[in-house]
């Protein structure tokens, strides 16, 4: 195979393998476009946080908040805790970053969200252009389906029954993720301890919980590393 057609290739795969963890997030799209219209905030605006903010659970968090009366500081620092797990996700791959040219580097971090986390993750053993063909190509392809469900989401959202009870979109896209990344035993008692520790911290101010969860979570792993070697 020439490596026009292998681009091809994987370009094709990368496609294929974005689209179905998608899926999930579109109920995640109408929540946030249900949440847009009852906040209060002028559509359009609140809606330049898809771009800008890129990251589903930082955009419902900031504009449930403004929507409730929180101050500007507080709900942009609940969304930066909710957006916390980025610095694990960034530290672990991180190595994979540093063989990538510098363009790539500053951009690179902007397409990071969880699915495309989930997918790289998967894809650090290749070969740095490989990588970067396959991360650019599942990134942009969650990006641009993004921006364009969550525009649709603006008029859907109100239309959609409230019977549908579409709140259980949020869980069940982190649950599916991360039920496809525990392939070992020490990841699923990690993640069963940072599950078990932001339950407990569920009531602390600003959605902190979620933080000390994750910090535990990370504390536990990097412990179990270290056991193992």
């Known amino acids: 195979m020439d490596d026009k057609n292998s681009d091809r290739a994987l370009l094709a795969t990368a496609v294929r393998d ?5 899926v999930p997030a579109i109920p995640f799209a109408l929540v946030l476009g249900l949440a847009i219209v009852g906040s209060g905030i002028n559509p359009w605006l609140a809606w330049t946080t898809s771009p800008i903010v890129y990251g589903g ?6 504009i449930s908040l403004l929507g409730e009366g929180a101050s500007v500081a507080a709900a942009v620092m609940a969304a930066l805790v909710v957006n916390a797990r980025h610095l694990m996700y960034s530290a672990a791959l991180a190595p994979t970053f540093q063989q990538q040219p510098r363009w790539f580097q500053w951009f690179g971090p902007y397409l990071l969200i969880d699915q495309t986390f989930a997918l790289g993750v998967l894809r650090g053993d290749d070969d740095p252009r490989t990588f970067r063909l396959y991360y650019i190509t ?3 392809t969650f990006w ?3 921006q364009l469900t969550t525009l649709l989401a603006l008029f859907l ?3 959609v029954p409230a019977s549908w009870g579409l709140d259980f ?3 069940i896209l982190f649950l599916g993720l991360l039920v496809m990344m525990i392939d070992q035993w020490p990841k699923a008692a990690v993640a069963l301890l940072a599950a078990a520790v932001t339950w407990l911290c569920a009531d602390l101010p600003n959605r902190s919980g979620l933080l000390v969860g994750a910090l535990c979570g990370v504390a536990a792993g990097i412990t179990l590393e270290k056991l193992r070697e």
Request: proline share 13%.
């Open 18 to 22: 974005a689209l179905p963890l998608f």
């Open 57 to 62: 659970a930082a955009q419902l968090t900031l």
């Open 138 to 140: 599942a990134g942009l």
């Open 144 to 146: 641009a389906l993004w």
């Open 157 to 159: 959202g109100p239309l």
């Open 169 to 171: 979109a949020v869980p």
